[in-house]
């Protein structure tokens, strides 16, 4: 598969560059996406939620009424579920959502959606983007240039630059991450994907056999 490498100003540079069939023409495999997302979003869990069972509220432990004779059901403390200010039953308690997925599980779930991106021709390839100051305005109109600006982009540069990151970040519907940080649910989630011309040789360095 070719593409045109475009300027950050939106102009074509008359060079094309040729995608790696292995990564970018391959038949995705949707369920180890699935899996991919699903242990992504599940290693983002805090899992810090909590509640009080009776045996850690605040309140008296003595007991409310006799036993027998009242007309009602027995009672024996405050901290009772059944009461107002008792502890819960069963509530939640701290817990580690993360769990393991394979590598090599994990490596066809990027090149899978890769793919998609490539089938559905949401892929741009930049020449290059240096930003010498932090300035949002100068990103946008490198998204402008490309008319990507009003869609939700993942812009894969080759090595962390500061500046760029920087000034997207004021971008609700734009992300910048390094190739080598690249991973499946960022592919998904964006509408187009900005690969920068030196980060290819990363992708394919890290998601060749």
Same mark, same amino acid.
């Given at each position: 598969?070719?593409?045109?490498?475009?300027?950050?100003?939106?102009?074509?540079?008359? /060079?094309?560059?040729?995608?790696?069939?292995?990564?970018?023409?391959?038949?995705?495999?949707?369920?180890?996406?699935?899996?991919?997302?699903?242990?992504?979003?599940?290693?983002?869990?805090?899992?810090?939620?909590?509640?009080?069972? /009776?045996?850690?509220?605040?309140?008296?432990?003595?007991?409310?009424?006799?036993?027998?004779?009242?007309?009602?059901? /027995?009672?024996?403390?405050?901290?009772?579920?059944?009461?107002?200010?008792?502890?819960?039953?069963?509530?939640?308690?701290?817990?580690?959502?993360?769990?393991?997925?394979?590598?090599?599980?994990?490596? @066809?779930?990027?090149?899978?959606? @890769?793919?998609?991106?490539?089938?559905?021709?949401?892929?741009?390839?930049?020449?290059?983007?240096?930003?010498?100051?932090?300035?949002?305005?100068?990103?946008?109109?490198?998204?402008?240039?490309?008319?990507?600006?009003?869609?939700?982009? @993942?812009?894969?540069?080759?090595?962390?630059?500061?500046?760029?990151?920087?000034?997207?970040?004021?971008?609700?519907?734009?992300?910048?991450?390094?190739?080598?940080?690249?991973?499946?649910?960022?592919?998904?989630?964006?509408?187009?994907?900005? @690969?920068?011309?030196?980060?290819?040789?990363?992708?394919?360095?890290?998601?060749?056999?």
């Amino acid at each position: 598969m070719e593409l045109t490498v475009k300027q950050s100003s939106g102009k074509d540079t008359g /060079r094309k560059v040729t995608l790696s069939s292995e990564i970018f023409g391959a038949e995705p495999n949707d369920h180890a996406i699935y899996l991919d997302v699903k242990q992504i979003l599940a290693n983002k869990r805090q899992g810090t939620h909590k509640s009080k069972e /009776r045996n850690e509220v605040s309140g008296t432990t003595k007991k409310l009424k006799r036993q027998k004779g009242t007309g009602g059901a /027995r009672a024996g403390s405050m901290k009772s579920p059944l009461f107002v200010g008792g502890g819960r039953v069963f509530g939640p308690e701290p817990r580690d959502y993360s769990f393991k997925l394979n590598k090599k599980v994990k490596r @066809l779930a990027r090149i899978s959606a @890769l793919s998609h991106k490539a089938k559905q021709n949401n892929i741009t390839i930049l020449e290059d983007l240096n930003m010498a100051s932090v300035k949002t305005q100068d990103y946008l109109k490198v998204l402008t240039g490309l008319e990507l600006n009003k869609k939700k982009t @993942l812009v894969v540069l080759a090595d962390s630059n500061k500046n760029v990151y920087l000034s997207s970040r004021n971008l609700a519907g734009s992300k910048v991450v390094t190739a080598s940080d690249l991973n499946t649910y960022d592919i998904l989630n964006a509408q187009s994907l900005i @690969l920068i011309e030196g980060a290819l040789p990363v992708i394919e360095k890290t998601l060749a056999k």
